[in-house]
């Protein structure tokens, strides 16, 4: 079983604004969680050329447990 990395939807949203990508950081801000898996949204993170490996990871809170 894979584990998984999260990191800040922020984070995500942030990097395409700086870019100029203001209508994919929206949709990215509607759409995703706080927190993002970066092995379930592997295929949207490329589409959207953001490098995880490069953002701080973040992990899931207590709640969830």
Request: charged residues 25%; negative net charge; glycine residues 4%.
């Amino acid at each position: 079983m894979t584990s998984s990395t999260y990191i800040d939807k922020a984070a995500i949203v942030a990097t395409l604004r700086s870019r100029g990508l203001h209508a994919r950081a929206d949709w990215v801000d509607r759409e995703l969680p706080d927190l993002v898996d970066t092995y379930r949204n592997a295929a949207l993170l490329r589409n959207l050329d953001i490098d995880p490996a490069a953002m701080a990871p973040s992990h899931p809170g207590t709640a969830a447990e």
